[in-house]
C-alpha cells in the first residue's frame, strides 16, 4: 500500500509566540502613549507654573522700583513720621498683596495663583548718602492648607464601651 503523502504543519508553538509577542509589543505602545499623555500635562503644568512665577516676579521688581524711588522722593533719613509716610504709599502701589513693617523691614507680597505668593522682606538703609532699600528675603510661599486638627476624625481604638 501507498501511503498518502501528508504534510504536517508545525505552526502551533510558533504562533502562540507570534501572539504573545505581539501582545505584549501592544500592551507597552499602550503604557508608553499613556506615560507621554501625562508627561505632556505635568510638562504643560510645570509651563504655567513657570509663566505664573516669572509674572509675579516682573511685578514684584516693579514695586521694588517703586518704593526705591518713593523712598529717594521721601530724601529717607529713617524718622517714625517718614516710615509712616512710606508705608502710606507703599500700600497703595498697585499689585502689592499685603505690605507691613516690624522691626526695620518692610515685607509685601504679590500673588502668583490660588495658593501661591512671592514675599520679599527689603530694609531701607542709606549708602553713600543715598537711600537704598536691600533685599533681605525674596521667595516663594505656598499658602496654609488649612488646620487638619480641628476637622479630625474618631478612629476606633478597638475597645466597645457599654
Not at 2 to 29: C, D, E, M, P
Not at 50 to 77: C, F, P, R, T
Not at 97 to 104: F, K, V
Amino acid at each position: 500500500m501507498a501511503s498518502k503523502g501528508s504534510i504536517r504543519l508545525n505552526i502551533g508553538g510558533a504562533s502562540i509566540i507570534v501572539i504573545l509577542l505581539t501582545l505584549s509589543l501592544t500592551i507597552f505602545a499602550i503604557l508608553s502613549i499613556r506615560t507621554s499623555y501625562h508627561e505632556l500635562k505635568l510638562s504643560e503644568k510645570t509651563v504655567g507654573n513657570v509663566e505664573e512665577y516669572y509674572q509675579a516676579d516682573s511685578k514684584a521688581e516693579e514695586i521694588l522700583m517703586q518704593l526705591g524711588e518713593l523712598l529717594y522722593q521721601l530724601n529717607w533719613d529713617g524718622s517714625q513720621e517718614q516710615w509712616e509716610r512710606l508705608m502710606s504709599g507703599a500700600a497703595k502701589l498697585d499689585g502689592v498683596a499685603g505690605i507691613s513693617r516690624q522691626e526695620g523691614l518692610i515685607t509685601y507680597e504679590v500673588i502668583m495663583n490660588e495658593a501661591s505668593v512671592l514675599k520679599i522682606e527689603v530694609t531701607p538703609e542709606i549708602r553713600a548718602s543715598v537711600p537704598h532699600l536691600s533685599v533681605i528675603s525674596w521667595k516663594m510661599v505656598t499658602e496654609e492648607q488649612g488646620d487638619y486638627d480641628s476637622n479630625s476624625l474618631e478612629i476606633w481604638d478597638g475597645i466597645i464601651e457599654e
